[in-house]
T-cell receptor
Framework: AQSVTQLDSQVPVFEEAPVELRCNYS??????LFWYVQYPNQGLQLLLK??????LVESINGFEAEFNKSQTSFHLRKPSVHISDTAEYFC?????????????FGQGTELSVKP | NAGVTQTPKFQVLKTGQSMTLQCAQD?????MSWYRQDPGMGLRLIHY???????DQGEVPNGYNVSRSTTEDFPLRLLSAAPSQTSVYFC????????????FGNGTRLTVT
């Protein structure tokens, strides 16, 4: 069975500082990996995904995540955060035999960016 | 451009009452699902459907029923609400493809007293 562990439940950081949100997964098969973001009182939105190819993937708003197969990790990073990045972030996996949709989510990490 | 629409936004029930959470999508997605979100537990899959007439159980199906009579709609039924079902419920849809993202509704906050 697959599982996802997000190592930090809350991450407070000052504006313009770098941040890393950690995600580890366990799986006996190859997986696809995702990061979703949830702004207050909203549903989740896809931030970025790793399917295959380059292990470093980027989002349009400056986040990046690196797939590390040996460490079974998919940590999310941003070199300089903004107040608007305050949200909850979820890491998710989907086994490669999955036709789609049945994502397994981590517990979430609340990112709080302070001025 | 509605996407995934959930109603109601908020609901308070008494133990033993029944209700249906509505979910509709206008993107012609084959796949639809229901998750519940609880503090510290992330999102857990309740039920999902890969097309009209096809449903299956997820991780936490007990106490919930679903049906999928059309591509667009995927209602979630609570037949006899319990306090343990107090949660925020999200409906999500996507194309039936490994590289297709899920599109989420804005959630229904349910309180069972």
């Amino acid at each position: 069975a697959q599982s996802v562990t997000q190592l930090d439940s809350q991450v407070p950081v000052f504006e313009e500082a770098p941040v890393e949100l950690r995600c580890n997964y366990s799986s006996s098969v190859s997986v696809y990996l995702f990061w979703y973001v949830q702004y207050p009182n909203q549903g989740l939105q896809l931030l970025l995904k790793y399917l295959s190819g380059s292990t470093l993937v980027e989002s349009i708003n400056g986040f990046e995540a690196e797939f590390n197969k040996s460490q079974t990790s998919f940590h999310l990073r941003k070199p300089s955060v903004h107040i608007s990045d305050t949200a909850e972030y979820f890491c998710a996996v989907s086994p490669d035999y999955n036709q789609g949709g049945k994502l397994i989510f981590g517990q979430g990490t609340e990112l709080s960016v302070k001025p | 451009n509605a996407g995934v629409t959930q109603t109601p936004k908020f609901q308070v029930l008494k133990t033993g009452q029944s209700m249906t959470l509505q979910c509709a999508q206008d993107m012609n997605h084959e796949y639809m699902s229901w998750y519940r979100q609880d503090p510290g537990m992330g999102l857990r899959l309740i039920h999902y459907s890969v097309g009209a007439g096809i449903t299956d159980q997820g991780e936490v199906p007990n106490g919930y029923n679903v049906s999928r009579s059309t591509t667009e709609d995927f209602p979630l039924r609570l037949l006899s609400a319990a306090p343990s079902q107090t949660s925020v419920y999200f409906c999500a849809s996507g194309a039936y493809s490994y590289n297709s993202p899920l599109h989420f509704g804005n959630g229904t906050r349910l309180t069972v007293t």
